[in-house]
């Protein structure tokens, strides 16, 4: 088994204030790695953290990228494990997002569709959770399809919650 961290957080960003308004959910941004130290993790959001647009995939950490210059950002940090064979698929679905980030960007549509419930899938537009989800459809049992789950869906799963607080207090253990 081989462990994984998705990272809930809660910007003040004008977007994210915007996003809850609609969701009426606490956390409003998701992003995922394998590795603890939350040094480097995935997710869609601004490829300038001091800027709204322009906006895709992009590889930032707890203490770079925009959670660098905001520290106070609240963030939930959960652990779970998948066995070899999924976090080998995992791997596999990550790779063109890092050969090729430029190809991928913000799916406003996207969010559109989520808060009327429809389903909208797309090869390169995607938004934080979307993308995670993506990640992890056929290995986790969303109960819907993937194109419409939102941060706190990641909550059903039990995952081990392993930090709650500031971006900028993360600390771990190896």
Known sequence: ?????????????????????????????????????????????????KHMFPAGFIIEGVHSGFFGLHPNVRICVLEGEVSDADYDIIQERLKPFIANPKKYVYGTFQTINMTRGKAYRSDNHFVCSVFVAYLFRDILDFEKDYSLVYPEDFYKFNFKKIYEGTAGDYTYEK
């Open 1 to 49: 088994m081989k462990k994984f961290y998705i990272v809930l957080s809660r910007s003040n960003t004008i977007f994210a204030r915007l996003i809850r308004l609609v969701t009426h959910k606490y956390y409003n941004h998701t992003s995922f790695t394998f590795d603890k130290s939350l040094d480097v993790f995935y997710s869609f959001g601004r490829r300038n953290p």
